[in-house]
């Protein structure tokens, strides 16, 4: 099993992270990173787990970067039963919606019957935290807690 790292991001905050992310886990996983602009929904395997990392603009919408993967998902919804993925969100805590960018893709991806484990994962770009530190964290975390369903170095 793959690990895919699937970002989506305006600024390049979330393309940092995932390339972190895979920075730190490769050498115990097969590790892919794909953008949402140039992921089709459809081409989603449960065959693979997935470290979906997402960011929010504007007043608590989609990075413009997740906008198309957003849309197909809603327009033609993939059966995406069996997908198991983890949830990083990117945002600030002095916005209204903190985080929703993130939660939206979650939705989505819930919608096409796609299931959410382990940790929720979030930085608010308004703390002191270290991002790459808090996403890495996340990504073993949620990895060893869903080691039994991947096998390490599969
Ligand atoms: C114009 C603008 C609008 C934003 N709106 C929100 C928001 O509504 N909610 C939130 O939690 N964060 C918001 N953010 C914070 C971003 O999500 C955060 O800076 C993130 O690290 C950007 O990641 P990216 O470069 O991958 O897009 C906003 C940032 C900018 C610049």
């Known amino acids: 099993m793959k690990i895919i790292i699937l970002f989506g991001t305006e600024s390049g905050n979330a393309e940092l992270l995932a390339d972190e992310v895979a920075e730190a886990i490769g050498n115990r996983f097969p590790v892919v990173k794909h953008d949402m602009s140039e992921t089709d929904p459809m081409e989603l395997s449960p065959g693979d787990f997935h470290l979906v990392i997402c960011s929010t603009h504007g007043e608590g919408v989609l990075p413009s970067g997740a906008v198309p993967f957003a849309a197909a998902l809603d327009r033609d919804p993939p059966d995406l039963r069996g997908l198991r993925y983890a949830m990083f969100g990117l945002g600030d805590h002095s916005y209204d919606h903190y985080a929703r960018g993130s939660e939206i893709i979650d939705e989505h991806l819930r919608a096409a019957g796609a299931e959410r484990v382990g940790l929720y994962g979030r ?32």
């Open 123 to 154: 930085y608010d770009a308004s703390s002191q935290d270290d991002p790459v530190q808090l996403a890495c964290e996340w990504a073993f975390a949620v990895l060893n807690e869903a080691g039994h369903l991947i096998g390490e170095n599969a």
